[in-house]
């Protein structure tokens, strides 16, 4: 297994351009499966491709195994990928799609099909070595390109958005696949998506990206509980936070409107103006006239959620229910916010004002 460490890595692409990827550091332990998440161009598969020796590094050190690889070939760095568009050869079987990368380092004939038929077992294609990728479904596909990275017996994965052709519903069974695979093998791997689900499901730990910089790095369940700034709050979780224009003073929090939240029982060093965060989850329904009113826009029904929308002070608010709640559109209901659940960010920076989930009571 590998330890990776990658020390202020930086990628620009030409000397007019600016810088893709700034000053990344992160230290990857052996066995870990972490993900790198993010929107669209936030530069997570660029990052993948420089680990994978498929793109220059502009500066920074890359070290695996406590050996520099910055300039080392991508066939030297005893690595694996699995792309998004599988990357099979058509005109070969499944058993001849797995076994290409072994024929290529010419191993014995007899060690490849021991191989291939191991690893075959492994992700249940032994029914289909003879088969064609035509003649297979898009989930079989993403299978033999796994047992393709798998046969290889190397100490790294990289995985770049490798189940974004699927399905929702298959998407959910390769994802169990992938984490047992993970789970047998122990192979360290850096697995890239956009799609949060993925990311909070799979992690051990998650790297948040955005514009080219690490926003934030750490287990699912601290990057929801514990968002460092108000991008990764907005990101991370389905729905995503609602955030209410608010302000400070003393250790009061009200909204803009006057509305007050509640008293903050921790000393913040700041006052005035704040951003307010909260889970959609985290609001509730005022058992009486009292508290935040709002109307009802629209209502979507998830099956166990009932998802309701509305306005706050003209922001856009989501707050859960449970789907047996009698509420309808164009309904009038009162809120309410326990300030121990509210997230609490600069306006100007972004940055959150503490860095746990609720103020302490």
């Known amino acids: ?86 990357a099979l050869f058509p005109h070969l079987t499944v058993f001849d799609n797995i076994a290409f990368g072994l024929k290529i380092r010419k191993e014995d004939r007899k060690v490849i099909k021991e191989k291939v038929h191991q690893t075959a077992e492994i992700l249940g294609l032994t029914p289909y070595l003879k088969r064609k990728p035509k003649a297979l479904s898009g989930g079989q596909r993403q299978r033999v390109a796994l047992g393709r990275a798998i046969v290889r017996d190397v100490n790294i994965f990289l995985m770049d958005e490798p189940l974004s052709n699927l399905d929702a519903k298959l998407r959910i069974h390769m994802r169990k696949e992938i984490i047992n695979l993970h789970r047998k093998l122990g192979t360290t791997t850096i697995y890239v998506t956009h799609d949060q ?124 229910l449970d789907p047996e709640t009698d509420i309808n559109e164009n309904d009038v209901v009162h809120l309410e916010i326990p300030a121990r659940k509210i997230h609490l960010f600069d306006p100007k920076t972004e940055h959150s004002l503490y860095y746990s989930k609720g103020v302490s009571e």
């Not at 600016?18 to 230290?27: A, D, M, P, S």
């Not at 935040?292 to 509305?310: R, S, T």
């Open 197 to 320: 689900t993925e990311a909070m499901t799979m992690a051990s730990r998650i790297v948040i990206l955005n514009k080219g910089n690490i926003e934030q790095i750490g287990t699912p369940k601290e990057v929801y509980n514990h968002p460092h700034t108000k991008f990764v709050a907005s990101f991370i979780g389905a729905p995503p936070m609602n955030f209410l224009d608010g302000q400070i003073e003393g250790n009061e929090l009200t909204l803009l409107d006057g509305t007050s939240l509640g008293q903050i029982s921790r000393d913040l060093d700041h006052t005035g103006n704040v951003s307010v965060g909260i889970r959609p989850e985290d609001i509730y329904l005022s058992k009486s006239d009292k508290g935040i009113e709002m109307k009802v826009e629209y209502i979507e029904l998830m099956g166990a959620d009932l998802n309701v929308h509305g306005q706050i002070n003209s922001a856009d608010v989501i707050f859960r």
């Open 1 to 86: 297994m590998s330890k990776i460490e990658m020390l202020n890595i930086t990628k620009q692409f030409d000397d007019k351009g600016g810088k893709v990827i700034h000053n990344f550091n992160l230290e990857i332990e052996e066995k870990e499966f972490i993900v790198f998440v993010g929107p669209s161009g936030c530069g997570k598969s660029t990052t993948l491709r420089m680990l994978a020796g498929l793109e220059s590094i502009s500066g920074g050190e890359l070290w695996i195994d406590k050996k520099l690889v910055n300039k080392l070939p991508p066939k030297d760095r005893d690595i694996a990928m699995v792309f998004q568009n599988y």
